[in-house]
């Protein structure tokens, strides 16, 4: 009897929401998954789970405040990192999820209590994870951008010979550039023809926030303003190249680390190897003097 009226209320439930649903003009599941893919950079199909979630932080957004500093901040991280998504709406995300798996702990206490500081920590663990997604984001493409910056500048200082048009410099080296540096310069060269040379490249500047980067413009903008950058760009060239064996120095060091851990496998097998041998040598001679 308490599971049919169980079920009754979850069907009464369901059909309600349905009828509200139509009522008010609320989007479909289907309808919020098509706008999430809409806005996305990459190709990946959002998930019915995601496309809840994003349908409750919309409502959840319009009751979060944020000063005018953190507000600029975030739009300015959530557009670099390619994240079609408002301050608000982001925070809200991160909240609504971490609010989702929260509410587990309702049903926990019921059934088994000890597994409710699990997901508290989970859910905490969780807010943190997505609030900083969109800045791991950013690190990770300006890290890729920062690797190919030493050849960018060695393409400049040999392109300053010969040419000062610091457009053509960008789109030539877009051809051969990687996906993340291309898309940048893809929205540079864009700016470029929209709008002055040296406010693009102060924009530019400003979505990745790198030092290193930094330099660049800097010496790019002197170019535009007609100073010799030939030599400025021979002296980053060599800079970056130091900072760049410095990287790889860093990288290399890493791997060390790992391949002791499947040397020691490897020296394990050889071991139990001849040990196996040995062993079935032992029962060999045995068996003969019996």
Not at 151 to 172: C, G, H, P, W, Y
Not at 201 to 211: C, G, M, V
């Amino acid at each position: 009897m308490m599971k049919q009226l169980f079920f009754t209320g979850i069907l009464l439930a369901l059909g309600l929401f349905l009828i509200l649903a139509d009522r008010l003009k609320l989007p479909t599941m289907r309808a919020a998954k098509a706008m999430m893919n809409a806005g996305k950079a990459d190709k990946k199909a959002a998930k019915t789970v995601d496309a809840w979630l994003m349908s409750k932080a919309v409502k959840l957004s319009k009751y979060i405040r944020m000063d005018e500093y953190k507000h600029s901040r975030m739009a300015n991280v959530l557009k670099a990192a390619g994240i079609s998504m408002t301050p608000e709406v982001y925070s809200a995300y991160a909240l609504t999820k971490a609010g989702a798996i929260m509410l587990g702990v309702i049903p926990c206490l019921i059934l088994l209590p000890l597994l409710s500081p699990v997901l508290i920590i989970l859910s905490v663990l969780t807010y943190f994870k997505e609030i900083r997604k969109a800045d791991e984001r950013l690190r990770k493409k300006r890290d890729q951008i920062e690797g190919e910056l030493p050849r960018f500048v060695a393409t400049v200082e040999q392109t300053l010979k010969a040419s000062r048009d610091v457009l053509a410099m960008i789109e030539n080296y877009k051809k051969n550039a990687g996906p993340a540096f291309a898309r940048e310069l893809d929205v540079l060269t864009a700016d470029m023809r929209s709008s002055s040379y040296e406010a693009a490249l102060t924009r530019f500047e400003a979505r990745l926030n790198s030092p290193m980067l930094s330099d660049v413009v800097r010496g790019l903008i002197g170019v535009l303003r007609g100073d010799n950058g030939a030599v400025y760009f021979q002296m980053l060239a060599h800079d970056f190249k130091a900072l760049e064996l410095q990287r790889l120095k860093g990288q290399a060091q890493k791997i060390p680390p790992k391949i002791r851990v499947y040397s020691f496998i490897m020296l394990l097998c050889f071991l139990l190897t001849y040990l196996a041998v040995i062993a079935v040598q032992i029962m060999d001679s045995l068996g003969n003097m019996f």
